[in-house]
């Protein structure tokens, strides 16, 4: 088993994984907007649309306000900066993956579920393989996105 990294490591890494990171910080909600003026949901469902678009959002600021103040952070208390980065960074995938299967499940939502889907795999291959360099982010990016999708057996 190898050696644990030193913090000065980890700390690097973490650092790294922001810059990485950083390229596709407003691409989640921009993907969502476009999807909903394109499929109608922002007609035919708006309250799920603008509330999972105020996620994507809400998010977003949370990546905005976090990232200046991670290399401090990452020096006092770097499990937390950890911790924090992750929890930002992953939400986004675990979002695509609850509208998928909300697409799946819901009738109102069928209009989008092709789009979403679409979306879905490229934001899980591209964040996946871009920010493989954590090995937590390489095994969680992409399940997260794919883990709400209902199997066939249990679609409507």
């Given at each position: 088993m190898?050696?644990?990294?030193?913090?000065?490591?980890q700390?690097?890494a973490?650092?790294?994984?922001?810059q990485?990171?950083?390229g596709?910080?407003?691409?989640?909600?921009?993907?969502?907007?476009?999807?909903?003026?394109?499929?109608g949901?922002?007609?035919?469902?708006?309250?799920?649309?603008?509330?999972?678009?105020?996620?994507?959002?809400?998010?977003?600021?949370?990546?905005?306000?976090?990232?200046?103040?991670?290399?401090?952070?990452?020096?006092?208390e770097?499990?937390?900066a950890?911790?924090?980065?992750l929890?930002?960074?992953?939400?986004?995938?675990?979002?695509?993956?609850?509208?998928?299967?909300?697409?799946?499940?819901?009738?109102p939502?069928?209009?989008?579920?092709?789009?979403?889907?679409?979306?879905?795999?490229?934001?899980?291959a591209?964040?996946?393989?871009s920010?493989?360099i954590?090995?937590?982010?390489?095994?969680?990016?992409?399940?997260?996105?794919?883990?709400?999708?209902?199997?066939?057996?249990?679609?409507?």
């Amino acid at each position: 088993m190898p050696a644990p990294a030193s913090p000065d490591l980890q700390r690097q890494a973490l650092l790294d994984l922001v810059q990485r990171a950083r390229g596709g910080i407003g691409i989640h909600l921009i993907l969502w907007l476009l999807i909903g003026w394109m499929s109608g949901l922002v007609v035919s469902v708006p309250v799920f649309f603008w509330g999972a678009a105020a996620l994507f959002g809400a998010d977003l600021a949370g990546r905005l306000w976090l990232e200046p103040r991670l290399p401090a952070l990452s020096l006092r208390e770097p499990a937390k900066a950890r911790a924090l980065f992750l929890a930002l960074l992953l939400a986004n995938p675990a979002l695509w993956g609850l509208t998928s299967a909300v697409a799946t499940l819901w009738p109102p939502m069928a209009p989008a579920a092709p789009w979403i889907w679409f979306t879905l795999t490229g934001v899980a291959a591209s964040g996946g393989m871009s920010l493989a360099i954590d090995p937590l982010v390489r095994k969680a990016y992409a399940a997260l996105a794919v883990v709400f999708r209902s199997p066939p057996c249990c679609r409507t």
